[in-house]
């Protein structure tokens, strides 16, 4: 079975392609997002302009084989699931996927992980592999405010 050993959350990254080797920058381990609408829980996703990397130890006889793989948000209170999905396939040992962005569907402090499974089965797996964050949201406030602000000074 696939088993992703490493998950990290950066601002950006770099792939060299003469060593084949990821450098990640600005790890992110507390993340403010500034939208225009109110966030409602189980309402609403947020997405942030963030990298999430994987990283994955492949079985030979799952060479090239296609599995789903998804973000989970766990908390103290439960574990809730990003609506997209991503691809796994691979025909090498390890494996590793870039997602470009992330779907916020949970704020505070918790987990970052990723379930798995095979593309024609129904039943999802978690991998122990975690990210600590602290997700916060706020409104941002209307430009029409801080020049209101700057003309009161």
């Not at 060299?16 to 920058?25: A, C, E, K, P």
């Not at 939208?35 to 996703?45: I, L, R, V």
């Amino acid at each position: 079975m696939p088993d992703c050993y490493f998950i990290a959350v950066t601002r950006s990254s770099s792939l060299d392609r003469d060593t084949n080797t990821w450098s990640l920058f600005t790890l992110v381990e507390n993340l403010n997002i500034q939208g225009d609408f109110a966030y409602e829980e189980d309402e609403a996703t947020v997405f942030s302009f963030v990298e999430l990397h994987t990283f994955w130890l492949i079985e030979p006889h799952e060479f090239d084989k296609e599995f789903q793989i998804r973000v989970v948000f766990v908390t103290e209170q439960g574990k809730k699931s990003s609506k997209n999905t991503y691809l796994l396939k691979s025909n090498k040992l390890r494996h590793r996927i870039r997602i470009n962005g992330l779907e916020v569907v949970h704020l505070g402090k918790l987990k970052l992980q990723i379930e798995w499974k095979a593309d024609n089965k129904p039943k999802w797996k978690m991998c122990s592999a975690f990210w600590p964050m602290e997700i916060s949201y706020e409104v941002r406030k209307p430009e029409g405010d801080k020049k209101q602000k700057q003309l009161d000074l």
